[in-house]
């Protein structure tokens, strides 16, 4: 992994930890899967916000707006199902 990636999933995490609070309140919590191309970012939703109605309002709205904020250069903040890490 080259150090620019590394600099660029620091970055992630701090987005990630700015909205874990929002998150936690509600009964969720989210975690960072994985990045493509420096572009293209995979989070993973956890308790309550798996069933959630709205998160994927939450996800473009609250998550993929903070991490922006942190890395204006990201195109898309997409959630992996969860049955699929099993």
Known sequence: MSRNQE???EKIHLALEEIRPFLESDGGDISFVSL???KHVKVQLHGACV????NQM???SGVEMTIKKY???I????SIDPK???
Request: charged share 30%.
């Open 36 to 38: 493509k191309d420096g």
């Open 51 to 54: 069933g959630c109605s709205v």
């Open 7 to 9: 600099k660029i999933i």
């Open 71 to 73: 890395l204006p250069q």
């Open 84 to 86: 699929m890490n099993d």
């Open 75 to 78: 195109e898309s903040v997409e």
């Open 58 to 60: 939450t996800l473009k």
